[in-house]
C-alpha cells in the first residue's frame, strides 16, 4: 500500500530528475508559487529534494546519467531559481492580502488560517518590529503564509516587503539547497542506518499535510 515510501523508489524518483535541469527549475517555480496558494507540501520539502537532486547530478558516478551527453542540474542555478521561487511565492501571498484579504477574511478557509490567535501573534509582533517582522514570518513555517498575507493587509509598502522577505530568504532559501547539494554523501552516510524511517517519515509528512488539508477540513465543511 505505501510501496512509495520505499527509499529505494525515492531514490530513483528523484534520480529521473537529476539529469532534468529544465523540469527541475521549472517544478521547483510552480510548486513553491502553488504553496503560497495553499497547495499543501511543505516549502522545506521542496528545497531539500531540489538539494538532493543537485546533489546526485554532482555524482555521475554514483548515480550515473541515462546517456553520456545528458545534463545535470546545476546546483548553483537551482539554489538562484528556489530562492527567485520563494521570494516571489511570498509576494503572491504579500498582493493576495493587500488587494482581496478583506474579502478573503469573510471565507471559512481563511477564517481557520487567519484564526484570532494568530491574528493576535501577528499584530503583537508588527506592532514591535514594523515591516520587519516580513522578515520574521520566513522563519516560522506555521505563520508564514498568514503572516505574509497580512503584511499586504497592514499596508506594508510592497518594496520593504521584497527587501526585507528577500533579504530573509536570502539567508534560509539558498544555502539548504546548496548545503544538501554539497554534502549529501555525508548526510546519507549519516541517516544509512535509518534511510528507511528519514524517507519514510518525509512521505509521511506530505501523507499528513494531504490528510489535513482536503479530508479533514472537506469533514469538517
Known sequence: MF?????????????????????????VVVFMCLSSLGFPLPEEVILVSAGFIAFMALHPNEYPPPTPDSVGVNYITLAIVCFLAVVVSDFIIYLTGKYFGVKLLETRFFKKILSEKNMAKINSWYGKWGAYVCGIFRFTPGIRFPGHMSCGMMGVKWWKFILVDGAAALISVP??????????????AKIKPYKMVFFSIIGLVIIYYLFKHFFLRKKEA
Open 3 to 27: 510501496e512509495f515510501l520505499d527509499p529505494v523508489a525515492i531514490e530513483q524518483f528523484f534520480l529521473g530528475y537529476a539529469y532534468s535541469p529544465m523540469h527541475v527549475y521549472i517544478g
Open 175 to 188: 544555502t539548504q539547497v546548496i548545503f544538501v547539494a554539497l554534502y549529501g554523501k555525508e548526510i546519507l
